[in-house]
């Protein structure tokens, strides 16, 4: 049983839509959640970062956590060319307990089309 | 990749020769990683250190040993590598384990 499920798309979208990246989980314990961007040949970077439920807004990009549906957002407003990564999102229950740390989204292929 | 160096970038080995790989950081972390991505598998654990000379397994430890002996500094060893160890390996720091993790530039290995 997979906890993480993000769809590995690609997901192609014209510059300037607004992008809705999207995880589900299945570990209720989950608290703190992340997401990465990765260009091709490169280390994830992280972009975004939330504890608990609510919204996180960081110029064009949100988070969004829903924990009571264990699921959890990234939105890209005014999507440009440079956008065009693999989204990763990752989440932790805080516990400092265990090997895994933090729990890894397969991650999304987006590509903005200009 | 701010303040963490992976080295070499670029390897092309013959199976079943040794390999090390070195993950050097600047941030003075406590927790250290080493992962290896592969398509359809996502980010996998190798190995974490919570210190000098503090090491665990992760989800994809066999065949593979580490080492830490000084704050800054994680190897991570492929003793006899083989096919199934070409990879990208990414070696990543966080203050805590279950922080957030900052990556360094990849590793690409190649065994023949």
């Known amino acids: 049983q997979k906890e993480v499920e993000q769809d590995p798309g690609p997901l192609s979208v014209p510059e300037g839509a607004i992008v809705s990246l999207n995880c589900t989980y299945s570990?209720?314990?989950?608290?703190?959640f992340m997401w990465y961007r990765q260009y091709s040949r490169k280390g994830p970077e992280l972009l975004m970062y939330t504890y608990s439920s609510g919204n996180k807004e960081d110029g064009r990009f949100t988070a969004q956590v829903d924990k009571s549906s264990k699921y959890i957002s990234l939105f890209i407003r005014d999507s440009q060319p440079s956008d065009s990564a693999t989204y990763l999102c990752?989440?932790?229950?805080?516990?400092?307990?265990?090997?895994?740390?933090?729990?890894f989204g397969k991650g999304t292929h987006l590509i903005i089309q200009p | 990749d701010a303040g963490i160096t992976q080295s070499p970038r670029h390897k092309v080995t013959e199976t079943g020769t040794p390999v090390t790989l070195r993950c050097h950081q600047t941030?003075?972390?406590?927790?250290m990683y080493w992962y290896r991505q592969d398509p359809g598998h996502g980010l996998r654990l190798i190995h974490y250190?919570?210190?000098?000379?503090?090491?665990d397994k992760g989800e994809v430890s066999d065949g593979y040993s580490v080492s830490r002996s000084k704050t800054e500094d994680f190897l991570l060893t492929l003793e006899s590598a083989t096919s199934s160890q070409t990879s990208v390996y990414f070696c990543?720091?966080?203050?805590?384990?279950?922080?957030?993790?900052?990556f360094g530039p990849g590793t690409r290995l190649t065994v023949t």
């Open positions: 990543a720091i966080s203050e805590g384990l279950s922080y957030e993790q900052y």
């Open positions: 941030e003075n972390h406590r927790y």
């Open positions: 250190s919570y210190g000098v000379k503090d090491t």
């Open positions: 570990n209720s314990a989950f608290q703190y």
């Open positions: 990752a989440m932790s229950d805080y516990s400092g307990g265990g090997a895994d740390g933090l729990t």
